[in-house]
């Protein structure tokens, strides 16, 4: 009998908020690696929110889950199989598995990861996509000056909380925005913000920016977006002239029936949001960190010995088991965890 | 008795559409020159879009004209009296002596303008501020390739025909968008433009949508925005990835109570464009020429000697007399005008 494993399949595209019926758990053979390819038991799984849009089949910039298609994820375990000589069994690999425990690669996919060095965890967040995220928005599109004033949404997240740490490292005021009076303390304690606002103290966008115009004097020079809504338009009009806006994501709006439609806040009515841009000439700019994975490396070789040594700090909030992603997967989704989400599969 | 000239003050700020009312025609002392300053007589001055936007007090780039002020507006004549070296009398000179007939500046803030090499007309259009900024947004911010597809609002404008003539010349598809059939003729015929729309023959922006996907078979690389409403409605979610739109202006708001005010629009509620700056990672960016004109000779350097010999074309619509300038300002913020909007004053 062939050996088995476990995966979450996409059983049904959500409307509005995934509910349970939308995932399938299932069971299949493990697969057999061939030519150069890698076989690696998952130990822990990513969860990020981009994932709930590839459940909508809205055109974007990847395909969608297919119905009945595995869950996509980033995911690190250790290898058990190899028909490669950069692997060998034993060895820790990250790659994109899906929600699965076990996973086929090929060997040019897969990035190494070394246990001693760091937790292998770390190449899920703070040293992986969101952490690089976090980085590269920051230093490449916000373009930061020390002095200036970064206001960072999500501020506990993955990204976030990257993005707050390195603004610290150059030199800026940085505020951040959360969901919670305890993700605000942890922003602060933790990862060091000057200042952290929750979002949810705020009934209004116009009393949330009241609220930050007093912990940002001097204006707001890089707003560093992945929510949307009401932060947003509590931010914009408080941006100074030559304002930065890098956008890797809008949290808020994913669950609207796709990003994109049905999002309340009349605060920002486009007319107002292009008058901003426009006389106070911000340059605002959609990315996605898989185009520029060419700076991987240099994120990697500046940040992960700051990750070692403790200089940058990382949260993890830890699921246990693959039948419990999809419960994980949604409370995220509502802002439930604090800091990245994680499964633990073994 | 001193010699009298004729200025037009603001004489109330417009509610909506600027009306007869808001200005007044007004006699005053010609100025003397002091140190360093030169007396001249204006020939032909400007009416830009931009000048409705500082009839209102609302915060924005640049200060609001006060009450009673001049008129703001740059404008060319002949310098009749100098106290500095760089200028004699019978010299062009352009400066910003606003709606008036005369006018006193530092010669270190006039730009000497030399009727031998082009009309000195141009020196408020397509070699001046318009041209400049058309030049300038499109090659540094639009950041064009050919092959690209370039839309342009207000084609026929003094800025959208020198970005479409740029853009042209750098091996763009250039498509026009302008009000009226007229315009179009002159946007293809005179501009070389591959093709232009008339926005005013297209309902809504979906039909107008309609209308450019077909002349943009391969999706929009740059937006040169300075309307906004239904262009901007039909041209967003036309952009390919990684666009590009630069933003100078938005007429088509100017009158709403002030730019931000009132736009009725639906195709762009908020959610839809920061969905397409962000799934399609596109770089959205206000700009004031006046924060560049470093860059100023190098489009001289560039542009002039194009102008001189007809291979950059341009078209002005010449009002008559100081008195009709509230006149052709009020058309040219309805699209009255056909190019360049000047009034000629001697």
């Known amino acids: 009998m062939t050996d088995q494993m476990r995966r979450i399949a996409l059983a049904s595209r959500p409307s509005g908020a995934p509910v349970p019926e939308n995932f399938r758990l299932e069971t299949a053979d493990v697969p057999v690696p061939g030519d150069n390819e890698v076989l690696v038991r998952v130990h822990y799984m990513s969860l990020d929110p981009y ?5 909508d089949d809205a055109k974007s910039y990847a395909a969608p889950v297919p119905i009945g298609g595995t869950m996509e994820a980033g995911a690190v375990g250790e290898v058990i199989a190899s028909n490669s000589p950069a692997f060998k069994p034993g060895d820790f690999a990250f790659g994109m598995f899906g929600w699965a425990t076990h996973g086929v690669a090929k060997a040019n996919l897969l990035r190494k990861v070394d246990p001693a060095q760091v937790p292998v965890t770390t190449s899920l967040g703070v040293l ?11 230093t490449d599109i916000g373009k930061p000056k020390a002095g200036e004033t970064l206001v960072v949404a999500a501020a506990t997240g993955p990204v976030g909380s990257m993005v707050g740490q390195v603004g610290k490292a150059l030199g800026l005021r940085v ?10 303390k942890l922003a602060v304690e933790t990862f060091g913000f000057d200042a952290c606002l929750d979002h949810r103290a705020y009934g209004t966008a116009g009393e949330l920016r009241t609220a930050l115009a007093a912990e940002c004097p ?19 009009p408080l941006m100074n002239p030559h304002g930065r806006i890098p956008i890797c994501g809008m949290i808020s709006w994913y669950n609207a029936g796709g990003l994109g439609a049905g999002a309340s806040d ?13 006389v106070k000439f911000l ?14 490396p240099e994120f990697i070789a500046q940040m992960a010995p700051k990750v070692a040594s403790g200089e940058i700090a990382y949260v993890e ?7 419990n992603a999809p419960a994980a ?9 604090m800091g990245k989400q994680i499964v633990k599969l073994i």
């Open 51 to 55: 994932m709930r849009g590839r459940m």
């Open 128 to 138: 992986g996509m969101p952490g690089f995220t976090g980085w590269y928005g920051l």
């Open 175 to 184: 505020v951040g925005v959360a969901g919670g009076a305890d993700k605000c």
């Open 218 to 236: 001097k204006g707001i020079d890089i707003y560093f977006e992945n929510v949307g809504g009401k932060v947003l338009g509590a931010v914009i």
């Open 266 to 278: 009349q605060d920002i009515t486009a007319p107002g949001l292009w008058r901003n841009i426009l």
């Open 283 to 296: 340059s605002v700019q959609g990315f996605i960190i898989s185009n520029h994975f060419n700076r991987f």
């Open 317 to 323: 909030d830890i699921a246990e088991g693959l039948e």
């Open 329 to 337: 997967f949604m409370a995220m989704l509502k802002g439930g965890n």
